[in-house]
């Protein structure tokens, strides 16, 4: 594995992109959420020595203890940043998947590049405003409780920060903070379910069952609002399939 921090040049400034590298192939982008670049680390692993492909982790800015300018500042913005990167490493033909809030970005980064993106994966993504399966209020949850929402096992993932170091806490809590700017109050653009309708990559869209920060109802509205998009119902999994049920997820990625 290598990793390289990108200067890439936006309307609003210079941004900072941290990227682990791993395999040679066909690109992968992942995109972590809320639950930080730890999220993919281990999967990236996996998909490197499973499949001939080049896969890209980058960390979104202000996540692990990275900068992010102040400019930067929404989901869709961050969309674009990822598009400068494609643009940057000269990559078309690029799988992307994103978790939860990377899941959201994955949207946007389809609709920002579609010449770039040929295929994309939406794992428990977060974005949409639903009126028939709404998100739970993440701003309102204890740790505890987002915990449970989001494992369809909690036990053995529950986080103590008394028991994290001074810079665990620090990181932990930049990363919340990135999460509240880049997905607002409600994580959440009321805009987004009538725009996903203009992605052309091959889209999978992609659900653990036990999933309670947003529901499997809510996946499918997701899926429904893409065209031709397929949905896919992981059993044993919660919010973060890629950590709890990650031969499933691999899987995936030998689907044509």
Do not use: C
């Not at 010449?115 to 794992?123: P, T």
């Not at 499918?220 to 399939?241: D, N």
């Amino acid at each position: 594995m290598s990793t390289r921090t990108y200067t890439l040049s936006l309307p609003y400034g210079e941004v900072p992109v941290t990227v682990a590298e791993r395999g040679a192939g066909a690109p992968v982008l992942l995109l972590h959420g809320g639950a930080g670049p730890d999220s993919f680390a281990g999967f990236a692993d996996q998909l490197a020595a499973r499949f001939p492909v080049r896969v890209l982790t980058p960390v979104n800015p202000g996540f692990g203890g990275t900068p992010r300018p102040e400019g930067l500042d929404s989901v869709r913005k961050l969309a674009e940043v990822y598009a400068r990167l494609l643009a940057e490493l000269d990559l078309t033909g690029v799988t992307v998947a994103g978790n939860s809030i990377g899941g959201w970005v994955a949207a946007e980064l389809a609709l920002a590049a579609p010449d770039r993106v040929s295929r994309l994966l939406v794992i428990d993504g977060a974005g949409l405003v639903s009126a028939d399966h709404p998100a739970a209020d993440f701003a309102s949850l204890t740790l505890d409780q987002v915990t449970e929402y989001s494992w369809a096992n909690p036990e053995g993932h529950r986080i103590d920060l008394s028991a994290l170091t001074d810079a665990q806490r620090a990181i932990f809590g930049g990363n919340r903070a990135a999460l509240a700017v880049y997905g607002g109050p409600s994580m959440a653009d009321p805009s987004l379910a009538g725009r996903l309708s203009g992605i052309t990559a091959d889209t999978l869209v992609v659900w653990g069952e036990a999933d309670r920060m947003f529901t499997p109802g809510y996946g499918k509205e997701y899926a429904a609002a893409i065209r031709g998009a397929s949905f896919r119902l992981l059993p044993g999994a919660g919010h973060l399939p890629q950590l709890e049920t990650p031969e499933a997820v691999l899987a995936l990625f030998a689907e044509a």
